[in-house]
Every structure is written in C-alpha cells, then in structure tokens.
C-alpha cells in the first residue's frame, strides 16, 4: 500500500523558534514536493526534491531528502507568524504507475 | 499565461444529479490529476494522466469518471452525486517527474451535494 505519513498533523509554536516537520514514505521512491495552502486557498510549490541527499532552503524554510529512510524533512528556522499556513509533502512513486500521493498535512501555527 | 483553470469555482448539486468539473491548463505538461480534499484527510488522488489518451485510477476513483482527449483539458465526472461527494476538488498539472517539474494546481472547485 501506497501511504505518505506527516507528523505533527499540528504545531503550535512561538515565533523565534526552530521545528521541524517529517514525512515518511512506505516505498521506493527519488522524488518528493512540498507544498504550502493558506486558508480557503489552492497549494503553493515550496520545494522538489529529486534525488537522495537533495537539500533545498528558501528563506527560513529548509527541505531534505533520505531516500534510504524513506524520509523528508521540512525545516523552519526563527519562526515568523507568516508561516502559519498547512504544510503538505507528496510523494511520486515511480514504480507504482507514477502516481503522486499526498500527506494528511501539518497545520502550522506560529504565535506571535 | 493563465496556469492551471478550473470552472466552477462553487456548485451545489441534488444527490443523483450529474456534472463535469473542468480543467485545462495552457502551460504544455504531460501530467494532469484531480484531488479532492476534505478536512483531516488531506489530498486524496482520484485520477491521474501521464499524457493525452492515457488516464488512471488513484486512490478514491469510485464515483467519477475522466477523460484526456487533449494535452490541455482533463474534466471530472461526477456520474451520479452523493453527499459522500461533497469536498474541494483540485485539478493539478506538471511535466513529467522526470523532467523535475512540480505541480502547479487550479484554484480549487467547492461542491456541496444536498
């Protein structure tokens, strides 16, 4: 079965913290996005990870790739109360027809 | 360069009516698929394409139908609506995987079945 597992599904945090979000993946796969959605709105492209050991960072946000884990992790630096959003990973799995598959989600509150 | 269009962005419809969600996207990619989206539950696959005349179930296919004629449109089938199908529909569009692309996804369609 094809499963893409996210925790937390929820984060309260201060602002000016340090967290961190996972994504785990039940089989193969090299290619994994990330993805933002505020309130009532459509998913934003944060990140694509194409390979194993991929890093991306863009502002206080920093994604990695483990495809040995079967892991991904989303990084948030200093939080600030504009990344209070929902943030989901997606997983393509290639030897299984390429179909992408989604995570629950991580609700991402920050505290002013 | 308008992206990902999905029409209607609100629909209420009657259980046991029909209607086709619409997608088209004018940037080219091979890859199309609609989710839909409920609350806890994230997004869930309904059907996917890897290019025109090629569609495939994902996860919650049950209930709807898809066709890809062409590289730009990939509309949603609701054959016959049930409450069960009340959420937001998103249509989703990329180059293929191997091309490094992303998704870029339409602005969501909300359906309330009555």
């Known amino acids: 079965e094809l499963k893409v597992e996210q925790n937390p599904l929820f984060l309260s945090m201060q602002e000016g913290k340090n967290y961190t979000i996972y994504c785990n993946y039940s089989t193969t796969s090299d290619r994994l996005y990330w993805y933002r959605q505020d309130p009532g709105k459509s998913l934003e492209s944060l990140f694509v990870?194409?390979?194993?050991?991929a890093v991306k960072q863009e502002g206080r946000l920093m994604a990695s790739l483990d495809t040995k884990a079967r892991l991904s992790t989303l990084h948030i630096t200093a939080a600030v109360h504009d990344l209070s959003a929902t943030y989901f990973c997606?997983?393509?799995?290639?030897?299984?027809?390429?179909?992408?598959?989604f995570g629950k989600g991580t609700r991402l509150h920050i505290l002013p | 360069n308008a992206g990902v269009t999905q029409t209607p962005k609100f629909q209420v419809l009657k259980t046991g009516q029909s209607m086709t969600l619409q997608c088209a996207q004018d940037m080219n990619h091979e890859y199309m698929s609609w989710y839909r989206q409920d609350p806890g539950m994230g997004l869930r696959l309904i059907h996917y394409s890897v290019g025109a005349g090629i569609t495939d179930q994902g996860e919650v296919p049950n209930g709807y139908n898809v066709s890809r004629s062409t590289t730009e449109d990939f509309p949603l089938r609701l054959l016959s609506a049930a409450p069960s199908q009340t959420s937001v529909y998103f249509c989703?569009?990329?180059?293929?995987?191997?091309?490094?692309?992303?998704?870029?996804f339409g602005s969501g369609t909300r359906l309330t079945v009555v």
């Open positions: 989703a569009s990329s180059f293929s995987y191997d091309r490094g692309g992303g998704y870029t």
């Open positions: 990870l194409l390979s194993n050991g």
């Open positions: 997606a997983v393509v799995f290639l030897n299984r027809d390429d179909k992408i598959i």
